[in-house]
């Protein structure tokens, strides 16, 4: 059964930085788009970065763009979310998700095209 389980969530403050894991497990997951969202309590869920299956291309919400970067271990079937120069506004549970790729370079930004979610990790940005 595929599985997706995100880790290193938790409380920082306002310029710090975090680094969530997720690892796959269940399948492989080379042949999927991953992507990375996030809740904030009383918001719909949004997309905040994805990466292709090879790794080599990447796209981010504007919110996050020169803070956060996504990068991908396929032989470790594992996705990273670099999180610096945190801010109040990042404070959220963030999930992991995989999205069956048309090709190389595929970039899913709907969660509607994302089947495989984790549960979540929280992430909390004091000021």
């Known amino acids: 059964q595929a599985q997706l389980v995100e880790s290193g969530g938790g409380l920082v403050q306002a310029g710090d930085s975090l680094r969530l894991s997720c690892a796959a497990s269940?399948?492989?997951?080379?042949?999927?788009?991953m992507g990375w969202f996030r809740q904030a309590p009383g918001k719909e869920r949004e997309f905040v970065a994805v990466?292709?299956?090879?790794?080599?291309?990447?796209k981010f919400a504007d919110s996050v763009k020169g803070r956060f970067t996504i990068s991908r271990d396929n032989a470790k079937n594992a996705v990273y979310l670099q999180m610096n120069s945190l801010e109040p506004e990042d404070t959220a549970l963030y999930y992991c998700?995989?999205?069956?790729?048309?090709?190389?370079?595929?970039?899913?930004?709907?969660?509607?095209?994302?089947?495989?979610w984790g549960q979540g990790t929280q992430v909390t940005v004091s000021s």
């Open positions: 269940g399948r492989t997951f080379s042949n999927y788009a």
């Open positions: 990466v292709s299956v090879s790794g080599g291309f990447a």
């Open positions: 998700a995989a999205a069956p790729a048309r090709n190389s370079y595929t970039l899913p930004l709907s969660s509607r095209e994302y089947i495989y």
